[in-house]
C-alpha cells in the first residue's frame, strides 16, 4: 500500500515527533510512505473564519499535490475531515475541481482509523508502559467516527492501561481560531477537560489531534501539571 | 384579519417560489398528507390487554403517580375513602358530574359535581384514555367533565377503567376523532403531580397544579 | 427585548469572573446532559429508535416549511372554525400592539402568562405596562425574573439556570415580605401561593406555542408546573403568541415531535402536562375562555426560508444545543445578549437582529458539534455558523487586521517555498521565547492564547527540515 502522509501544518511547525511516529506506524503495518514536499496546511483555518476563498485555493493546492497517491493519511482527524468530507461542498462551484475532490475524499483518513481499518496493522512497534487517559477530539469523533480505533490500538500494548476520564468526549475548548480569538473563554473550557483529566489520575493523557493537545498541555502548565500529554502515534511507535 | 397577514403569507409565497402553476400540486400534497395521518417511528405498542395495563401501571407509578386497582365501579369510592384516610385528607372532594352517579355517601365522602374552585382540596375526574407508553392519563374537557377539577385541587384522583388503557397517544387521536368527531376545547395529558426543576434543577412536586396524582383503575 | 450581542466578549468575561455565576452553572451542568441520555436510553429500552425519530422530525418540520403559506392557511382555516380569531403581526412591536388592543378591547386589567420566549423577542411585558396592563409571569422560573427586575432569561426552558437557591431565597423574602424560607419545596409553595391568587383575578391569559396543529387549528402546550393550563382554563381570555414556523400537520405529527421535544428538552419520557387546546368554551362548559386569538408573529422568520438557514426554522425551542455547549456551560445565556443564547441563539440572534449586531456570536463556538448530535430536529449548527462568518466576510464586517492576517496566511500557505522559510524562522522564534523551557506563559503574537493557558514550545525544527535531513543521512 501506497500512502501519502499529510503532515498537518501544526506537527510540521510545533511536533515533528508526531510525523515520524506516523511514519514508523505506518510502515510497521506494510506501507510504502510518501511525504510530499510541497504541503504546507490543509486550509481549515480560513474555512473556518469565513474566508471560503483563500479555503478553496487551499483545497485545490492539496487536492493537487495528494490525488495521485493511492491513499492519504493524516495524524489528525480535523485535517482528515477537512479533505474528507469539507473540500467537496467548498470546491462545489468548479465540476472539475468538485469532481476531482471528490474522487480523493474517500481516500483520506485519520491515522488510527487508517491503521485499524485499512492497513489492518498487526504488530505495534511500542514497549510502550504506563496508564494512560484519551481525549476524544470532537470533530475526529462526531465526523469520521473516530472512538474505538486509538482504543483498540492502546488496547494491543500489553504495558498500557486506559483509563477513562468522565466526559471524554466533550470539547477541550481549542475550536482553532476560537481559541486566539475568545482566548478566556476556551481556557475557562480547557480547565474543565483539565479537571477531568487530573481527577483520573492517569501517567499520560493521549489525543488524535495536535490543536486539542497543545491547548490542553498549555493549561495543565499553568495550572501547575506535568501531567505528559502526547499524540497517539507517539505512545503507539514509541517507547518510555 | 389584519393588514399583515397578506404581507407575510405574500413573503412566504415569495421565498417558496408559489405560483398558479404549482399552487394546486402543493395543496393536494397537504390533503394527502391530512388524510394519510401517517404515524411517525414509535416504540412496539403493547397490545395485550394484561400488559397494557402492566405497562401503565409501571409507567405512571415511575412518574410519581399512586395506582389502585378494583373490580369494579361500585368499588371506587370505597378504594378513595380508604387512599383519603391513609394519606389524613378529609373525605371531601369535587368530582366531575360523569361520576355524580356512584355512591360516594355510602363510602363517607361527601362529594359535589361541578366545576372546581380554589378552596376545593381533592378533585376527582374520570379519563377519556390512559396511556401506557408513558402512564400518561388523556382527559378531554366538556360539560360533564370540567378542566378544572384536574387542576385546581391539591389531590387529583383519576378513574380509569381497564379498556380506556391504550398503547401510545396515535390510539388516544383515533379514539378522540370516532367518539367527538372535532376535539374537545381542551385536551389534557396529564403525567403526575405538576412539578418544578426551575430551582437549582431540583424537582419540587406541586408546582402550580396538584401535589399528588392518584390514579384508580377498574378492572372489570 | 434589547440587543446586547455586540457585546459578547465583555459579558461572557464578566460572566467568567462572577465566581456565583460559575457555581451555579457548574451545579447544573451535568444534570440536563444526564437526564436527556437517560431519558434516550430508556426509550430505546422500550424499543424505540431515537435516531429514526431524530430523522423523522427533520423531515417532517422541512415538509412544512417547503408548503408553510399552505400549512399556515390551514391552520387559520381550521382555527377560524373553531371560533378562534387568528391575527397576524409582522414584527415584535406590531404583537404587541395587536395583544394591547386585545386586552384593552375586553377591559383586562391583568394578564397571567406561561412562558414564551417570542414574548421576550416582541418585548410583550414591556408594552402591556406601557398600557396599564399588569402582566404576571407564572412559570417559576419567569417569576422569580420579573419580581428581580424583569431580568432577562439565561436559558429558553431553565430561564433562571444561573440562579443559586440562596439569591432565590434573599429574592422572596425581600419581595414576598415574608420570613427567608431555604428549602426549595417549600420556596415553591410560597410563590405557589402569591400567584395563585393572581390565576384566579387575570382577565387574561397569554401563552406560547409549542406548536400549532393545521389539521385541527389546535394549539398544543408542554408544562411541568401546570401554570400553561391555569393561564388558558381560567381567564376569559386566551391569546397565543407564536411564531408562523411552529405549524405541523396532524395530531400524529404531534406525537412524534412530543417525543423528541420532550427528551431533548427536560429529559423526561413526556412533561407532566401536555394541553391541545381548540377553540373557545362550549355549549354548556363549565371552564375555558370566551375568547381566543392567535397571534401569527413573523419577526425575521420568514426571511429565512427557503435560505441557506431554512434549517433553522426547524427548532422546536428544547434547549439541548446550550445544554450541550461548552461555550454555554462556561459562560452561561446572560452573555449572549438578547433573548436565545447557546448555539440555536448565536445563529438567530444575527438573522433576526441583523448581523452587525451579533458579530462575535458566529465565531463564540468551537464547532464541537456537540450541539448538532442532540439537536432534534437535526439542525446542522456548526455548518449554519460558518455559514454566518461567511456572510460577514462577504459584507466586510470582519475587523481589518483578521482579514489581512487571514489573507496573508493564506497567499504564503499556497507558496510552500515561501511557508516553509516563514516556518523555519517562526519555530526557532518560538523556542527563543521559551528560553530552554516546555512553556511560553507569555505569548505576544497570541496574547489571547496565554490569558487563561501557557502557550507550549515548539520541538524547535519544522518536520520538513528534519525529515528533509533525515533523507540526506
Redesign the interface.
Known amino acids: 500500500m501506497r500512502v501519502a502522509l499529510f503532515v498537518t501544518c501544526l506537527v510540521d511547525l510545533m511536533r515533528p515527533r508526531i510525523g515520524f511516529a506516523a511514519i514508523r506506524l505506518l510502515e510497521a503495518a506494510g506501507c510504502e510512505v510518501i511525504v510530499p514536499e510541497s504541503q504546507t496546511c490543509c486550509g481549515q483555518p480560513a474555512f473556518n473564519s469565513g474566508d471560503r476563498a483563500a479555503a478553496a485555493m487551499l483545497a485545490k493546492k492539496v487536492v493537487a499535490e495528494f490525488e495521485a497517491h493511492e491513499y492519504v493519511v493524516a495524524p489528525s482527524g480535523s485535517c482528515a475531515d477537512q479533505i474528507r468530507n469539507e473540500y467537496p461542498g467548498l470546491l462545489a462551484d468548479d465540476p472539475d475541481w468538485h469532481d476531482r475532490a471528490v474522487a480523493l475524499a474517500s481516500r483520506v483518513f485519520e491515522l488510527t482509523d487508517f491503521l485499524v481499518n485499512v492497513a489492518r496493522i498487526d504488530k505495534l512497534p511500542s514497549d510502550f508502559t504506563g496508564t494512560l487517559t484519551y481525549h476524544d477530539s470532537c470533530t475526529g469523533l462526531r465526523s469520521l467516527g473516530i472512538k474505538s480505533q486509538p482504543r483498540q490500538l492502546l488496547d494491543r500494548l500489553p504495558g498500557v492501561t486506559v483509563r477513562e476520564m468522565s466526559g471524554a468526549e466533550e470539547c477541550c475548548g481549542f475550536g482553532g481560531t476560537f481559541s486566539v480569538k475568545f482566548g478566556e473563554i476556551s481556557a475557562a473550557i480547557a480547565e474543565r477537560k483539565c479537571d477531568n483529566i487530573r481527577s483520573v489520575g492517569a501517567d499520560a493523557v493521549v489525543g488524535g489531534d495536535l490543536g486539542c493537545l497543545l491547548n490542553i498541555e498549555g493549561k495543565l502548565r499553568r495550572m501547575g501539571d506535568e501531567t505528559p500529554v502526547l499524540h497517539i502515534a507517539e505512545v503507539l511507535a514509541g517507547s518510555r | 384579519?389584519?393588514d399583515?397577514?397578506e404581507?407575510?403569507?405574500g413573503?412566504?409565497?415569495e421565498?417558496?417560489?408559489?405560483s398558479e402553476a404549482n399552487?394546486p400540486a402543493?395543496?393536494a400534497?397537504?390533503d394527502a398528507?391530512?388524510a394519510a395521518?401517517?404515524?411517525?417511528?414509535?416504540?412496539?405498542a403493547e397490545v395485550a390487554p394484561q400488559s397494557l395495563l402492566a405497562a401503565f401501571r409501571a409507567?405512571s407509578e415511575a412518574?410519581a403517580s399512586t395506582v389502585d386497582e378494583v373490580a369494579t365501579l361500585a368499588d371506587v369510592p370505597r378504594a378513595i375513602a380508604a387512599y383519603l384516610a391513609e394519606r389524613q385528607l378529609a373525605p371531601r372532594a369535587v368530582c366531575v358530574p360523569d361520576l355524580a352517579g356512584l355512591d360516594w355517601r355510602g363510602a363517607g365522602i361527601e362529594v359535589e359535581a361541578?366545576?372546581a374552585v380554589?378552596r376545593d382540596l381533592v378533585g376527582i375526574t374520570g379519563c377519556f384514555r390512559a396511556i401506557a407508553?408513558?402512564g400518561?392519563l388523556m382527559l378531554c374537557?366538556?360539560?360533564a367533565s370540567?378542566?378544572?377539577v384536574s387542576?385546581l385541587p391539591e389531590t387529583h384522583i383519576a378513574v380509569a377503567t381497564a379498556p380506556t388503557i391504550i398503547a401510545?397517544?396515535?390510539e388516544a387521536?383515533a379514539a378522540?376523532r370516532a367518539v367527538f368527531g372535532?376535539?374537545?376545547?381542551?385536551?389534557?395529558?396529564?403525567?403526575?403531580?405538576?412539578?418544578?426543576?426551575?430551582?437549582?434543577?431540583?424537582i419540587?412536586l406541586?408546582?402550580?397544579?396538584?401535589y399528588r396524582v392518584h390514579i384508580v383503575i377498574v378492572r372489570g | 427585548m434589547e440587543i446586547k450581542s455586540m457585546h459578547f466578549k465583555a459579558r461572557a468575561a464578566a460572566q467568567l469572573a462572577n465566581a456565583g455565576l460559575q457555581a451555579n452553572l457548574k451545579k447544573v451542568k451535568g444534570k440536563f446532559v444526564d437526564k436527556r441520555r437517560d431519558a434516550i436510553a430508556d426509550f430505546c429500552a422500550q424499543g424505540g429508535d431515537f435516531e429514526a425519530l431524530r430523522e423523522a422530525g427533520e423531515d417532517l418540520r422541512d415538509r412544512v416549511l417547503a408548503d408553510l403559506d399552505l400549512w399556515l392557511e390551514k391552520f387559520e382555516a381550521n382555527a377560524t372554525a373553531r371560533g378562534a380569531t387568528v391575527l397576524w403581526a409582522k414584527d415584535g412591536a406590531e404583537a404587541c400592539r395587536l395583544i394591547v388592543d386585545i386586552a384593552k378591547q375586553h377591559d383586562v386589567k391583568k394578564a397571567t402568562k406561561s412562558k414564551s420566549m417570542l414574548s421576550e423577542e416582541a418585548g410583550l411585558n414591556q408594552a402591556l405596562e406601557a398600557a396599564g396592563i399588569q402582566p404576571v409571569e407564572t412559570d417559576l422560573g419567569e417569576y422569580i425574573l420579573q419580581i428581580n427586575d424583569n431580568e432577562a432569561p439565561s436559558h429558553i426552558i431553565a430561564p433562571v439556570v444561573h440562579k443559586s437557591k440562596e439569591e432565590i431565597a434573599d429574592l422572596f423574602a425581600r419581595v414576598h415580605k415574608k420570613p427567608r424560607l431555604t428549602d426549595i419545596g417549600e420556596m415553591t409553595r410560597e410563590a405557589r401561593e402569591v400567584l395563585r391568587s393572581h390565576f384566579l383575578s387575570a382577565d387574561m391569559g397569554i401563552s406560547g406555542g409549542n406548536f400549532l396543529v393545521a389539521e385541527t387549528g389546535s394549539v398544543a402546550l408542554v408544562t411541568n408546573e401546570g401554570n400553561g393550563r391555569m393561564v388558558t382554563t381560567v381567564p376569559k381570555v386566551h391569546v397565543v403568541i407564536t411564531g408562523i414556523e411552529k405549524v405541523i400537520p396532524t395530531l400524529e405529527d404531534l406525537s412524534l415531535m412530543l417525543r423528541l421535544l420532550i427528551r431533548s428538552a427536560t429529559g423526561q419520557p413526556i412533561s407532566n402536562y401536555v394541553s391541545l387546546l381548540t377553540g373557545t368554551k362550549g355549549e354548556g362548559d363549565f371552564d375555558g375562555p370566551e375568547h381566543l386569538y392567535y397571534v401569527l408573529v413573523d419577526n425575521g422568520r420568514s426571511n429565512l426560508l427557503a435560505g441557506e438557514f431554512n434549517a433553522m426554522l426547524r427548532c422546536i425551542r428544547c434547549g439541548a444545543c446550550m445544554n450541550h455547549c461548552p461555550v454555554y456551560q462556561a459562560v452561561g445565556g446572560h452573555a449572549y445578549g438578547w433573548v436565545y443564547p447557546g448555539p440555536m441563539g448565536s445563529v438567530l440572534t444575527p438573522l433576526f437582529t441583523g448581523m452587525k449586531n451579533a458579530l462575535d456570536l458566529p465565531h463564540a463556538a468551537t464547532l464541537c458539534n456537540q450541539c448538532g448530535v442532540v439537536c432534534p430536529v437535526k439542525i446542522p449548527l456548526p455548518e449554519l455558523l460558518r455559514k454566518l462568518r461567511e456572510k460577514q466576510v462577504e459584507k466586510n464586517l470582519r475587523p481589518l487586521g483578521e482579514r489581512l492576517a487571514l489573507k496573508a496566511w493564506a497567499w504564503v500557505a499556497a507558496r510552500p517555498a515561501l511557508y516553509h522559510l516563514g516556518t523555519r524562522f517562526a519555530v526557532r522564534y518560538l523556542k527563543w521565547l521559551a528560553g530552554g523551557k516546555q512553556s511560553i506563559p507569555v505569548l505576544g503574537v497570541a496574547p489571547e492564547w496565554t490569558v487563561g493557558r501557557d502557550f507550549p514550545a515548539p520541538q524547535g525544527k519544522t518536520f520538513r527540515e528534519l525529515y528533509a535531513q533525515a533523507k540526506k543521512s
Open positions: 384579519m389584519n399583515s397577514r404581507l407575510i403569507l413573503r412566504i409565497r421565498r417558496l417560489g408559489r399552487a402543493a395543496g400534497v397537504i398528507t391530512l395521518r401517517a404515524p411517525g417511528p414509535r416504540p412496539p409507567r412518574l361541578r366545576a380554589d407508553e408513558t400518561t374537557s366538556g360539560p370540567p378542566a378544572t387542576l401510545g397517544m396515535e387521536w378522540a372535532q376535539l374537545p376545547r381542551s385536551v389534557n395529558f396529564i403525567s403526575g403531580p405538576s412539578r418544578t426543576g426551575d430551582i437549582e434543577q431540583t419540587v406541586g408546582a402550580h397544579g396538584p
